[in-house]
């Protein structure tokens, strides 16, 4: 080593554009990790067995409960007695009428809701004296049951759809307002300042980075919002009955207890359930599952 | 060490690289003219005191300072994220490009659709779009990480695809604010060196931030030393090892511990009260 001249290995060693290529290709290879994913069957027996295995274990308890007469029998049927009632009205085509008056306007509500909640919680997320102004309210009204307005709505619009909505949107608008709010709020700073060195400020700014930066707290806001609204047209069809209105699921139920029909009450409440699960898995689920994965926040095992 | 000359005449900067040869024909890169920067109460102690500066185009710069010396506030004010309280800046050539310590790519878009975003904001149109982000990925050698999300990719990676978004951007300058600072130390060496290649090839002005003495020799034909509280520069160095340059290399060292010296004395002076 005594020997080495030092100026001349300075030169010598200086690695060649081959040379750091490839080391480069090196270090990505070392770096990446090819995910090997578990298959589908596999995936989807580990996420249908367990809840399967539980409404089982339910029905079970629901079975043993009548058979020792918990509660008197028109109080308590069996759940084969749901099973048929559900049955006859499903021959009578009536489930899908039902069905879709309430869907219908819960989809609608909760489009309502959207197009004002998004724009509104935008203003109260970017400007701070609509925040300062009104964001504990907001806040404030998510915490309101929203049953509480069915009164004054058919007080104000009447016993119609105009009250329904009223309602739907009461409960929906705050929570998908919540919802853009705390998404903007979680955006880092960096991705804002990133976009305006790219040229993205103002309008531009909003649409390439805020929005997307903020999509997964928007997410869960849009999640809660359609839970929120499905729960208040719920309420304002149990309490707002009337011919005039079409025959939705609240009116079914509002139905079975005029004729203390148990078992029409609880496929009611059965269909109400199954409506809020099943969008919440084939449509809220598998979204936000998609949004976190592409962005890297989802971990799985 | 006959290659550096002290307290150099800031507008005799060393010739430019590349094809780009354009250093003292025409307006510079960036220049910054008494530039003061005050955070909060304007009577208050301020951050950037005075600071002139001027970068020629092609020239490859290292602000060099410890902790609290305003360096990425600086960055910032030539950036235009801020402004300055006092003094003018004025940078030609479009707006500069800005790499941050974190790469600072959107997590939403692909990897060439990050590129391809700064291509739209510049207004490239869409057809051209692709292929001009498949140009600039594979001149940071990920012709292959396209498709990539940025968090399938690794620091290193996801560093040299924020570069080739600031590369996107038309702006001839490219302000880089610690970009490797958080990157192991063989991959920070291979990405000097394809910094150094990008740079000779693309003509780009280049301020790069950094408290690491040994890169910023490594790296540029200027390093700017600057005190802190409140943040001047202190002195000046003008490189001529040639490139490629390695970072173990004795000319590398040898400037390395004379500039450190330095850097600990201007450090030092802040415990003295």
Same mark, same amino acid.
């Given at each position: 080593m005594a020997s080495t001249d030092l100026t001349k290995t300075a030169a010598a060693d200086v690695p060649s554009s081959d040379d750091v290529a490839g080391l480069e290709a090196g270090l990505d290879a070392l770096e990446t990790y090819e995910k090997d994913r578990a298959p589908l069957w596999r995936t989807a027996l580990g996420k249908i067995g367990p809840p399967i295995l539980a409404i089982a274990f339910m029905l079970l308890v629901w079975q043993i409960a009548y058979w020792a007469e918990v509660k008197p029998r028109y109080a308590l049927p069996s759940p084969a007695d749901v099973w048929d009632a559900f049955m006859v009205q499903w021959q009578a085509g009536e489930v899908h009428q039902i069905l879709w008056v309430s869907l219908e306007r819960a989809f609608l509500g909760f489009l309502m809701a959207i197009a004002i909640g998004t724009p509104l919680g935008l203003l109260v997320a970017r400007v701070r004296w609509v925040r300062a102004a009104i964001g504990p309210l907001l806040s404030g009204l998510q915490s309101?049951?929203?049953?509480?307005w069915v009164p004054p709505a058919v007080i104000w619009f009447g016993l119609n759809n105009s009250a329904i909505y009223a309602v739907v949107l009461l409960g929906a608008v705050p929570s998908i307002a919540q919802g853009i709010v705390s998404g903007v709020d979680q955006v880092p700073p960096l991705f804002i300042r990133a976009g305006r060195v790219l040229g993205a400020t103002g309008l531009l700014g909003v649409w390439h980075v805020l929005l997307p930066a903020s999509l997964p707290g928007y997410l869960a806001g849009l999640k809660q919002g359609w839970a929120f609204s499905w729960r208040s047209l719920m309420a304002a069809e149990l309490i707002a009955a009337?011919?005039?209105l079409g025959y939705g699921l609240g009116q079914l139920m509002n139905q079975g207890r005029d004729l203390g029909d148990m078992p029409m009450m609880l496929t009611a409440v059965f269909m109400i359930l199954l409506v809020g699960i099943g969008i919440e898995l084939l449509f809220f689920s598998p979204l936000e599952k998609l949004v976190l994965r592409q962005r890297g926040l989802l971990i799985s095992k | 060490m006959s290659q550096t000359v002290h307290e150099?005449?800031?507008?005799?900067?060393?010739p430019a690289a590349g094809?780009?040869?354009?250093?003292?024909?025409?307006?510079?890169?960036v220049r910054l003219s008494k530039v003061t920067k005050v955070f909060?109460?304007?009577?208050?102690?301020?951050? @950037?005191?005075?600071i002139d500066l001027t970068v020629a185009p092609g020239e490859f710069v290292c602000l060099l300072g410890a902790s609290g010396c305003g360096k990425s506030t600086l960055l910032n004010l030539v950036a235009g994220l801020d402004k300055p309280s006092a003094g003018t800046i004025e940078v030609n050539g479009g707006r500069p490009a800005l790499m941050f310590?974190?790469?600072?790519? =959107?997590?939403? @878009?692909?990897a060439g659709k990050n590129v391809e975003l700064a291509l739209k904001l510049r207004g490239v149109p869409r057809e051209q779009r692709r292929e001009e982000a498949q140009k600039l990925l594979a001149l940071v050698?990920?012709?292959?990480?396209?498709?990539?999300?940025?968090?399938?990719?690794?620091g290193g990676m996801r560093q040299r695809v924020a570069l080739a978004r600031a590369l996107a951007q038309s702006g001839e300058v490219l302000l880089m604010d610690?970009? =490797?600072?958080? @990157?192991d130390a063989i991959t920070r060496d291979v990405l000097h060196d394809e910094l150094t290649r990008i740079w000779a090839d693309t003509g780009r002005s280049v301020v790069f931030v950094t408290h690491n003495v040994r890169e910023a020799v490594r790296l540029a034909q200027r390093v700017v030393l600057m005190s802190s509280r409140p943040g001047r520069i202190a002195r000046e160095w003008t490189i001529d $090892?040639?490139?490629?340059?390695? $970072?173990?290399?004795p000319d590398v060292s040898a400037l390395s511990i004379e500039i450190t010296e330095q850097l600990r004395g201007e450090i030092r002076r802040h415990g003295k009260h």
């Open positions: 309101l049951p929203s049953v509480a009337s011919p005039d | 150099q005449p800031l507008t005799a900067a060393a094809e780009n040869g354009t250093a003292g024909t025409g307006a510079p890169a909060g109460r304007a009577d208050g102690a301020p951050v @950037l005191d005075n310590q974190e790469h600072a790519l =959107f997590p939403w @878009l692909k050698r990920l012709d292959t990480a396209y498709e990539k999300r940025v968090h399938e990719l690794s610690e970009p =490797f600072a958080a @990157l $090892i040639p490139q490629p340059r390695r $970072i173990e290399s």
